[in-house]
């Protein structure tokens, strides 16, 4: 049984719904992706966070970029969701997009106590989960093939 603020956050099947950004920039360097330390989990890995209930998954994903990192940015191209078991061993689905930096700077919050501006050899060897890399790898390649 879910208690609490999750209850809400379930679809009809059960899942838990979210959503987040692979952050980009273009730097001197090249394109380097933000990645997002979580103290609570220890781990290393893009921003994204739970639905509100009666809220879009692209009011969700800008949101909790906000939320967790301060920043604000232009939306582009939706990338493939991720499926998984989160740690209370619920089914979870993350819906990503593409999310160009535009304002902000990062401000040590409760959910999120660093960020990194890497690039994508360097996010890869950082990032804690499979799921993440496998999405870095689409990201660059999306990057890649825009005009």
Not at 1 to 10: E, Q, T
Not at 41 to 62: L, T, V
Not at 83 to 97: A, C, E, M, S
Request: charged share 30%; aromatic share 8%; hydrophobic share 35%.
């Amino acid at each position: 049984m879910i208690i609490g603020d999750d209850a809400d956050r379930l679809d009809a099947h059960g899942t838990i719904r979210a959503a987040g950004c692979v952050v980009w920039r273009a730097a001197e360097t090249g394109l380097e992706v933000l990645v997002a330390h979580r103290d609570r989990y220890d781990d290393w890995s893009f921003p994204k966070g739970k639905r509100d209930p009666g809220e879009s998954d692209e009011a969700c994903a800008r949101r909790e970029v906000k939320e967790e990192t301060n920043l604000e940015g232009e939306f582009g191209p939706e990338l493939t969701s991720v499926t998984y078991v989160d740690h209370k061993g619920r089914n979870k689905v993350v819906r990503y997009w593409l999310m160009r930096w535009c304002r902000g700077e990062f401000v040590p919050n409760e959910e999120v106590d660093e960020v990194l501006w890497l690039g994508p050899p360097e996010a890869a060897a950082l990032l804690s989960y499979q799921h993440d890399e496998n999405l870095l790898i689409e990201a660059v390649g999306v990057l890649r093939s825009m005009p």
